[in-house]
């Protein structure tokens, strides 16, 4: 079985900072192209960075220049560290991959519709964001 683990989500004040983590079981990361997508109620899904599996990372407006991604050295775990947060940022953050070798997809919310979600057959069950203000 091929999963994706979030984690890392909290509640943080205003220009606080969090690591979210994007853990995989049953593969490993340079066998996929794994993105880290954010959801608000009543708001479009958004893509917020993309790591391919050579490695090449890929931001998107939402977070470009505040958010950080990385693969640790056992290429299981990818991470999203996030800096000056603000209200605007709260949302579940759920992380995709697209695994050839294929995976069964559990996954039918609205981030199918972002950029890059249709593809995507391995999800995880997000991990919420909350920052006051």
């Known amino acids: 079985e091929v999963r994706l683990v979030e984690s890392g989500g909290g509640s943080v004040q205003s220009g606080g900072s969090l690591r979210l983590s994007c853990t995989a079981l049953g593969f490993t990361l340079d066998e996929a192209d794994v993105t880290w997508y954010r959801e608000a109620p009543g708001a479009e899904c958004e893509f917020v960075a993309l790591m391919q599996r050579d490695g090449n990372i890929y931001y998107e407006d939402p977070m470009k220049g505040r958010a950080t991604v990385s693969r640790d050295v056992t290429k299981t775990t990818l991470y999203l560290e996030m800096t000056n947060l603000g209200p605007d940022d709260t949302a579940v953050y759920t992380c995709?991959?697209?695994?050839?070798?294929?995976?069964?997809?559990?996954?039918?919310?609205?981030?199918?519709?972002?950029?890059?979600?249709?593809?995507?057959?391995?999800w995880g069950q997000g991990t919420q964001v909350t920052v006051s203000s």
């Open positions: 995709a991959a697209d695994l050839p070798r294929g995976g069964d997809r559990t996954y039918e919310g609205g981030c199918l519709g972002a950029l890059g979600g249709y593809q995507n057959n391995v």
